[in-house]
């Protein structure tokens, strides 16, 4: 069940050796192959692991930690923010965290927050695995528990997250995110002997929606917002925060008061609390004018040498390169998903990709196979592309469609 057929035929996925090795605890004795989790050696599994070259390669990159780098700049923005909200009130000292490794336990990333046993989050077509046991984390709340567990009533953690996810402008399967969290004095709580009650949901719910409005107006200033309803395993009720910008809604946030169970499992049974993760190229896409989420990964200098330490300038586009676009029809193999077709198109063409949408599907009416239709849309953000050079991409593509996906061409 674990075996994908992306790496059957080992595609690029031996090339993830080279990232472990950078990870090495001293006395291993599975060469460069073994890696760290925590304070656990462990192996990189060539049967399950899905991570590819690409995304080994962005797992030191750190960009949150990159003094200058828009996403660098927000985090500090936020964190000072946090930092004022805990002058005033000391009672809750946010503490911040942005340097814990991406590598964590399906445990951590799934278990301890409750996602069902089925959940898409865990499949192999969502989430960058390691090994069974082990993902590149999908989401900060993976490292929710632990840090409650270490006894902490309100931190910020921010890092780099993993997931394969469709392609545009607003998605990319690196991201930063930050996770908030607060854990009340039970005194403060309307009901203090029943943290659980419908008052008590209600004040800690007002006091997260505070809490974020507070930080998109400090930030922000008077920018449009507005909260959705949402679901998440780990929280009850849950909300989701959304920022009008370029003419859309766009969603910055997931939000919500812990479910029991897991304030239980962490021996907080006697009290209630918020957390919220938000995504880091969201809100600095929004603050800083950045029309597409794959500039934060662009070294060109005419990206990079745009912005200061701390200072929020709009960013000023270096004139907008002509797109050339591409279709590619095949019957759809088994077992087909399109986070496999956005992968494999990712690994060959890289950024030089600006978005895969499906633009026709019809079924067969005689042999009820399903025929998809794709148009990849290139576009280098920095130079332009010539024709050859798409011709000769689209052609790995299709070549790796047939081998590694099983895609009968039309
Ligand atoms: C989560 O990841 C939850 N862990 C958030 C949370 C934390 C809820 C604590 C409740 C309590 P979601 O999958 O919606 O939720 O992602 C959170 C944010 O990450 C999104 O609002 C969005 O801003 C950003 N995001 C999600 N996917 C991508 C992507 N592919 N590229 C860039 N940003 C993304
Ligand atoms: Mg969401």
């Known amino acids: 069940m674990f075996l994908n057929s992306m790496n059957r035929k080992g595609h690029n996925f031996l090339a993830v050796r080279r990232l472990w090795h950078r990870h090495l605890t001293t006395g291993n004795t599975r060469g460069n192959l073994a890696t760290t989790v925590g304070k656990r050696e462990m192996a990189v599994d060539q049967d399950i692991s899905n991570i590819t070259l690409r995304i080994a390669d962005k797992v030191d990159r750190n960009l949150h930690l990159q003094r200058g780098h828009p996403l660098n700049t927000i985090k500090s923005m936020i964190e000072g923010h946090f930092k004022q909200v805990s002058a005033a009130n000391p009672k809750y000292q946010f503490e911040c965290i942005d340097n814990l490794p991406p590598m964590v336990t399906t445990k951590q ?3 301890e927050l ?44 921010t890092g780099d997250v993993y997931r394969r996810d469709e392609i ?5 399967p690196v991201f930063h995110q930050m996770e908030g969290v607060k854990i009340f004095d039970p005194s403060e709580l309307p009901s203090p002997s029943n943290p659980s009650s419908d008052e008590s949901i209600e004040y800690v719910q ?7 409005e507070g930080m998109v107006k400090a930030i922000f200033g008077d920018v449009e917002m507005r909260w959705v309803d949402a679901y998440f395993p780990f929280t009850d009720p849950s909300l989701e925060l959304e920022v009008y910008f370029q003419g859309d809604w766009l969603e910055v946030l997931g939000s919500g008061v ?30 800083f004018d950045i029309p597409d989420i794959r500039l934060f990964w662009s070294d060109d200098p005419r990206f990079i040498e745009q912005f200061r330490p701390g200072e929020v300038t709009k960013f000023v586009p270096y004139s907008k390169y002509p797109p050339c676009y591409k279709d590619v029809s095949f019957w759809k193999p088994e077992g087909f998903h399109e986070n496999d077709l956005c992968d494999l198109i990712g690994s060959v063409a890289g950024d030089l990709v600006e978005t895969v949408e499906l633009i026709d599907n019809f079924t067969h009416p005689k042999t009820n196979k399903v025929s998809l239709c794709y148009r990849i849309n290139f576009r280098s953000m920095d130079r332009n592309l010539t024709n050859a050079e798409v011709d000769d991409l689209q052609g790995q593509i299709r070549g790796e469609m047939v081998d590694s996906l099983g895609c009968e061409l039309r």
């Open 109 to 111: 990333c799934f278990d």
């Open 114 to 157: 409750l996602t069902p046993p089925d959940h898409v989050s865990r499949k192999l077509s969502d989430t960058y695995y390691i090994d069974k046991d082990h993902v590149l984390r999908t989401h900060t709340s993976a490292h929710q528990t632990e840090l409650m567990r270490m006894g902490k009533d309100a931190f910020l953690c």
């Open 168 to 172: 545009d402008s607003s998605h990319y």
């Open 206 to 212: 007002q006091d997260l929606k505070m809490h974020l």
């Open 258 to 287: 812990i479910q029991r169970k897991i304030l239980g499992n962490c021996d907080l049974n006697h009290t209630n609390g918020w957390a919220f993760g938000l995504g880091l190229e969201r809100l600095a896409m929004v603050l």
